[in-house]
Structure formats: structure tokens, C-alpha cells
């Protein structure tokens, strides 16, 4: 059983509620986790309002926050593989991506914001009027809350911890309930980095949890990353008091593949592209715009490469492609590929259950899709790929920027110029041309549209954790 973290004491919730978690390799039992209700969610508001005011956070040399950040990345490394296989166990994930993936880059994060505490800096501005000195301050938020999903727990969470405390920010962080463990662990080892208490407070629960947050008239942020349907719910929550809002929300990306690619080095990464964690990726290529003259070639390229992964427990040192997150996922990723059948594409490979313990899906490949199906528009977040065909390269550009996502595209070309126009015509965040997506600190993460508002990481993130301050004064005498 593990506790809610309110201002540097580990309790239980105030009403003794609990919730499970489930190893999704085979369904069992892996831990209960205390459910935060309305009376923690105020505690441990309160418990970050407090700290975000008291001196010993307030005043903190910059240089001081930055040590703490790099003492947490040392600490995350020493407790690596404890998270790792804390990580595979709580989201399927196979244990060598949460060991070259997840644990480097959740530390990453933390020392690449570490450089930033004593790099916030504002600016002096040339103001019209005559002896008047105008400079900016950037300053915390305030109170932050950090709403997390399950597909990649430990990281993201890093991507949220990192930037708010680089920037003097307090912060309560809810984790997904499907995968709250490596939260939990994080939230220890924070702990003994020795940040103040009430600094960073831990709530686990479900949407009760981060709607409360949401909601609270005294947290002024809220950085959320899920689902577009609840990152819109979001926004009616926060209007009581005009929180800040950051929203990482879903995608559907496309990956062009142009007549003149490299189609065995497009298969090698498209399959990455759309697979990787069983295609339980924000960004994951999820549909294919192939040239017609290369379409054949490619899908059954990838129908033979999807059918060739090995399935398994993420801590099977074999497996290269664990499960889904949960039986009510799994069964709607079922969904989608029966409608895509229903609606006349053509099944390739997969399009079934695994009939095993756990999770299981087939990895999917259909052919013969059009813009209309629901195979091509919907985020489906599993490993199924929809090819379709297209004639025209101009079309193929509304094609792509054709749905209410914006979140990432991949283009595969040996042309530089079809790969940077390309790049500047499709709306989405990150363009990724001859590779499979990646995250990075030091770059940018985020979604047009309907994928969210705001970004994170690199500088991006030291502007959504902070507010500007201009001071003004006048030199003459007063
Ligand atoms: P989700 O929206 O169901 O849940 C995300 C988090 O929000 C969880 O912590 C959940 O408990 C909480 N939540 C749920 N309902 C809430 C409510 N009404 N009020 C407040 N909090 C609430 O998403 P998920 O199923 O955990 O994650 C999958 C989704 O996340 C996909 O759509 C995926 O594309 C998206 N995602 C986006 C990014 C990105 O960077 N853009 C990264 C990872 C995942």
C-alpha cells in the first residue's frame, strides 16, 4: 500500500480510501495505492501554497534549486533498475526500453532543467519614454498542479517535476491510476534530495482526484497531459479562477512515404514509429500516406516485419512488444479494427486478441484505407497501422492536415526539398523526417490544435512555468 505524500508527511487518505493497480502482462495484483478525496486534494494545496510562500523555497538561491534537480537525476540513475522493473511491471513496457528509454530519460530531464535554474533571466527594454528604466522578472506560477497518463508514467512525470521546480514553482503531482508506482518511487527519492517539505506533494487517484485539483480556486497551473476529451474538460474546470493551462493531448500522426524512399529503412522505422510500446505513443504513426507506386511494397514490408515482433511480458528479456495498459483498452483497440473491417479495409495481419494471460494484442496492418474510415481518423493508441495510397503530393498535404490533431508527422524521402517543404506545410508540432519520433529535453514537445496548447521542454518549458513580470521606473525625480 503505498500513501499520499501533503507537506512532507506520507498519510493515507483522510477517508482510508484505496484503489488497485494491475500488472498488465497477466492481470494480477501488483499494489494499492491511497485514493486522494476532496479533503487531501485541499490539504496538500494548502501544504504547496505554504511552501511556495515560505523563504527556504522562496529565497533559495538559484544555484541551490539547481543542485537539488541534479541530486534528483543521480538519485533516479542509483535507483535505476528498481524503477525499470517497477516501470515494466505497472505499464507493460518491455524492461529494456524502461532501461535505455525511460530511466535516462526521466534523468536527462532533470539535469537538463538543472542548468536552467540560474538561466532564467529577464531583459532590459527600450521603452519610449524618456528617463524610464523598464526590465522583466520571470517568476513561478505559483501552485502547480501535474496530471499525468499511464503510457509513459515516470517520464513524463519528469517532464512536468523538472521545469516547475527549475523555475520556483510547488507542485502536486497525480499520476494516472492505471500506473502510479514509479510516481510513488519518484516522489521518494525527491524527498531525500532534500527539497523543503510541501514542495512537491503526491495525490493518487483517478479523475475525481484531478478534476478537485483542476478545480481548486487556490492552484495556479495546471499542466496536464491525456486524453483531448478530458484536456477540454479541463478547460471549463480551470475557468473558475483563469488557471494557466498547459495540454499535452492526443494525436493521429501521419507518415508520408514518398515515391523515392528508402522503403526497407521506411519499414525498419515506420514499425518502431507506430509500434514502439505497443503503439501506446501520443506521437506514434498512426496513419501512412504511401505513394501509390511504392503502397504494395511497403504494406506487406510491414505486415511481414509488425507479424515478426515477439510478444511478451515486458520482463521476458526477449519481448519486443509488451501489452496494452488494460482489458477495457484492449478492447477498444478491438473496436476500432472491427469497425475498420466493417467499413471495407483490408485486414493484412493481427486484428486479434492473444490468446495468453495478460493484455495481448496482435500488431495490425491494414491496407486499401480511405480518409473517410475511422481506422484513419480516430487515436486508436494501439498497435495497428492503416495504410492509404495517395496520387497527388499537393493533396497529400490537406490529406495529412486533415484531421483536428497536430501533434507530430514523419516524412521518408532521400529529396531534401520534398522533406523540408513538406515539413513546413503540415501543421503539427514535431516533424520528424527519416526517423522515429524522440523526445528530448533540450527541443520542444507539444500540439497544434486540437493537440493541446502550450509545449515542454527546452526553453518552451521555462516559459510555461513562469510569468513575466514588467517593473517600471522613472529615473527623474519623483
Ligand atoms: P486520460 O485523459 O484518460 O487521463 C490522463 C490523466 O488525467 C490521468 O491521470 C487521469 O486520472 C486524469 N483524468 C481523467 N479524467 C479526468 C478529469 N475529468 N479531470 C481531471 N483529470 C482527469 O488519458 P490516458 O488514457 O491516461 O492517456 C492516453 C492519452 O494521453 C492519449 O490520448 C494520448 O495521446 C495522450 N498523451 C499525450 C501526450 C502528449 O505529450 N501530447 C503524451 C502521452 C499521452
Known amino acids: 500500500m503505498t500513501d499520499l505524500l501533503i507537506g512532507g508527511s506520507w498519510r493515507p487518505a483522510a477517508d482510508g480510501a484505496e484503489f488497485t493497480t494491475f500488472d498488465p502482462a497477466d492481470g494480477s495484483v501488483l499494489g494499492t495505492c491511497a485514493k486522494a478525496g476532496a479533503a487531501d486534494v485541499d490539504l496538500a494545496v494548502a501544504a504547496a501554497r505554504t511552501a511556495f510562500d515560505d523563504p527556504a523555497w522562496a529565497e533559495m538561491p538559484a544555484h541551490t534549486r539547481a543542485r537539488l534537480l541534479w541530486r534528483v537525476a543521480d538519485l533516479v540513475e542509483e535507483h535505476g533498475e528498481e524503477l525499470a522493473e517497477l516501470e515494466t511491471r505497472d505499464n507493460g513496457q518491455p524492461l529494456a526500453v524502461a532501461r535505455t528509454v525511460t530511466v535516462p530519460g526521466t534523468a536527462e530531464h532533470f539535469r537538463y532543467f538543472a542548468g536552467w535554474c540560474t538561466k532564467i533571466e529577464g531583459s532590459v ?39 516547475a521546480l527549475a523555475c520556483g ?230 490529406r495529412a492536415n486533415g484531421l483536428e490533431y497536430g501533434l507530430a508527422a514523419s516524412i521518408w524521402t532521400d529529396d531534401l526539398s520534398t522533406a523540408h517543404r513538406l515539413a513546413a506545410r503540415i501543421r503539427a508540432g514535431a516533424v520528424f523526417i527519416n526517423m522515429i519520433h524522440v523526445p528530448d529535453a533540450a527541443t520542444t514537445w507539444g500540439g497544434y490544435r486540437a493537440s493541446g496548447w502550450g509545449r515542454e521542454m527546452g526553453p518552451y518549458a521555462i516559459d510555461a512555468y513562469t510569468e513575466v513580470k514588467g517593473v517600471w521606473t522613472h529615473l527623474g525625480k519623483p
Open 125 to 163: 527594454l527600450p521603452v519610449a519614454y524618456p528617463d524610464t528604466l523598464h526590465y522583466t522578472r520571470r517568476e513561478p506560477v505559483g501552485v502547480c498542479a501535474l496530471i499525468t497518463p499511464w503510457n509513459f508514467p515516470l517520464m513524463i512525470a519528469a517532464w512536468k517535476l523538472a521545469p
Open 169 to 398: 514553482n510547488t507542485v502536486i503531482i497525480k499520476p494516472a491510476e492505471q500506473t502510479p508506482l514509479t510516481t510513488v518511487k519518484l516522489a521518494q527519492l525527491i524527498g531525500r534530495a532534500g527539497f523543503p517539505p510541501g514542495v512537491v506533494n503526491l495525490l493518487t487517484g483517478g479523475a475525481a482526484t484531478g478534476a478537485a485539483l483542476a478545480e481548486h480556486p487556490d492552484v495556479d497551473k495546471v499542466s496536464f497531459t491525456g486524453s483531448t476529451a478530458v484536456g477540454r474538460t479541463l478547460v471549463h474546470y480551470s475557468a473558475g479562477n483563469l488557471k494557466r493551462l498547459t495540454l499535452e493531448l492526443g494525436g493521429k500522426a501521419p507518415s508520408i512515404i514518398a515515391a523515392d524512399a528508402d522503403i526497407d529503412a521506411a519499414v525498419a522505422g515506420n514499425v518502431q514509429g507506430a509500434l514502439f510500446n505497443s503503439g501506446q505513443v501520443c506521437a506514434a504513426y498512426a496513419r501512412f500516406y504511401v505513394d501509390r507506386k511504392r503502397a504494395d511494397e511497403f504494406t506487406s514490408k510491414m505486415a511481414a516485419a509488425a507479424a515478426a515482433l515477439r510478444l511478451g511480458p515486458g520482463l521476458d528479456p526477449d519481448t519486443q512488444l509488451g501489452p496494452l495498459i488494460s482489458e477495457e483498452h484492449r478492447a477498444s483497440v478491438d473496436g476500432h479494427v472491427s469497425l475498420a473491417t466493417a467499413q471495407g479495409a483490408t485486414l493484412v495481419t493481427g486484428g486479434d486478441r492473444v490468446d495468453r494471460p495478460g493484455f495481448f494484442y496482435r500488431p495490425t496492418v491494414f491496407a486499401d484505407v480511405t480518409d473517410e474510415m475511422s481506422i484513419a481518423q480516430d487515436e486508436v493508441f494501439g498497435p495497428v497501422v492503416p495504410v492509404l495510397a495517395y496520387d497527388d503530393p499537393d493533396e497529400l498535404v490537406a
